[in-house]
C-alpha cells in the first residue's frame, strides 16, 4: 500500500441511454458511479462529464439462500474458493455451496442506474509526498481519497517545482477544464 497519485483526463463517454450488460467491454474502461454516489462530494467536479445509464449485474439472491438453507436474518457472503461460497447468517453458516450451483440457482439480475465517465490516466506516481503537499497547496478545495478535483495551471506550476520531470505543459495541451488530480491509498 501507499500513496497513488494521478493526473486524468475526463470526458463524457458518448454512449446511448440504455441497459449495458455489466461484462459489456463498451463499458468496461468507464469509471461507474452509482446512483447513490453521484452526489458524493468527491465526483461533483465531475458531473459535466457523466452519462447516465443502466446496467444489468448479476447479484446474490440472498432471500433465496436464506430460504433454501433455513438462515435467518442478514446475510452474506463469507468465504470464496474453488470449492464454493460459504454464506453466513445470524443463526448459521452454509457448507461450501459449488460455484456452478450459485450461478445456476442462487443469481438474480438487478439493473441499476449509473453514470459513466471515461477517465484516462496521462500522469502519475508512487509516494511522492512532495508532489502531494504541493498540489494540496495550490487547490482551492478539500481533497479526499479517491476524489476527482480540477487542475489549472497553477497546480501544474507547482507540481513542476517538485517534480523535475513533470511537462507542465501537459495541462495546455488538453482541453481546458478536463484534467482532474486523483489519488488513492
Known amino acids: 500500500m501507499g500513496l497513488d497519485m494521478y493526473l486524468v483526463k475526463a470526458e463524457k463517454p458518448n454512449l446511448q441511454f440504455g441497459i449495458y450488460d455489466a461484462s459489456d467491454p463498451v463499458i468496461q474502461n468507464f469509471l461507474l458511479i452509482s446512483k447513490e454516489d453521484h452526489d458524493d462530494e468527491m465526483y461533483k467536479y465531475l458531473k459535466d462529464f457523466m452519462t447516465r445509464i443502466q446496467v444489468n449485474e448479476k447479484v446474490f439472491d440472498y432471500e433465496k439462500i436464506k430460504s433454501d438453507y433455513g438462515i435467518t436474518g442478514t446475510i452474506h457472503a463469507s468465504n470464496y474458493s474453488s470449492k464454493g461460497v460459504v454464506f453466513s447468517g445470524e443463526n448459521k453458516n452454509t457448507e461450501a455451496i459449488p460455484l456452478s450451483i450459485v450461478e445456476s440457482n442462487y443469481m438474480k439480475h438487478f439493473i441499476k442506474t449509473v453514470f459513466a465517465v471515461n477517465i484516462e490516466c496521462i500522469y502519475s506516481w508512487r509516494k511522492a509526498y512532495d508532489v502531494q503537499d504541493a498540489i494540496y497547496n495550490s487547490l482551492d478545495c478539500y481533497i479526499e481519497n479517491c476524489g476527482y478535483y480540477p487542475v489549472h495551471n497553477d497546480v ?7 517534480d523535475d520531470n513533470f511537462d ?6 488538453e482541453i481546458e477544464g478536463c484534467i482532474f488530480y486523483h489519488e488513492w491509498y
Open 156 to 162: 501544474a506550476n507547482a507540481i513542476a517545482e517538485v
Open 168 to 173: 507542465v505543459n501537459i495541462i495546455e495541451r
